[in-house]
């Protein structure tokens, strides 16, 4: 399978149900598994959501959202807004435990 990657499949499919078996397949290749939504709305950050451009993606074997960058890890991108949001991505992240790594990438 890797070497008909990169791959893009546009499919809804219940969490917990494919997520084992796309990673075996991946393999060493690159390829992502994104989730479309709409992050709450955020006075405090005068951040609103947007459907069409918030969500959250991991990319494996990849460092940037275009997946013109391969490397030995993954990435876990929260796309937040049309031009980003970096206050709003580094509250997600810290809700997460986490906090946002590099520079804001243009992505979906």
């Keep these: 399978m890797e070497r008909e990657l990169p791959l893009s499949v546009l499919r809804y499919v219940p969490p917990g149900t494919v997520e084992d078996r796309f990673v075996r397949v991946v393999g060493q290749g690159t ?11 955020d006075a405090e950050t005068d951040s609103y959501g947007y459907a069409k451009y918030d969500g959250v ?4 074997n990849c460092d940037d959202v275009n997946w013109l960058q ?3 890890r ?3 991108f929260v796309h ?3 031009w ?3 206050p709003r991505a580094e509250k997600l ?8 790594l590099g520079e804001a990438q243009l992505g979906w």
Excluded at 57 to 60: A, C, G, K, P
Excluded at 93 to 100: E, K, P, Q
């Design 57 to 60: 993606e991991v990319l494996f």
């Design 84 to 86: 980003g949001d970096l």
């Design 93 to 100: 992240a810290a809700h997460l435990g986490s906090t946002v």
């Design 74 to 76: 993954h990435t876990v």
């Design 70 to 72: 391969p490397a030995d």
């Design 80 to 82: 937040v807004d049309k």
């Design 31 to 41: 390829a992502s598994i994104g989730l479309r939504g709409r992050w709450p709305d």
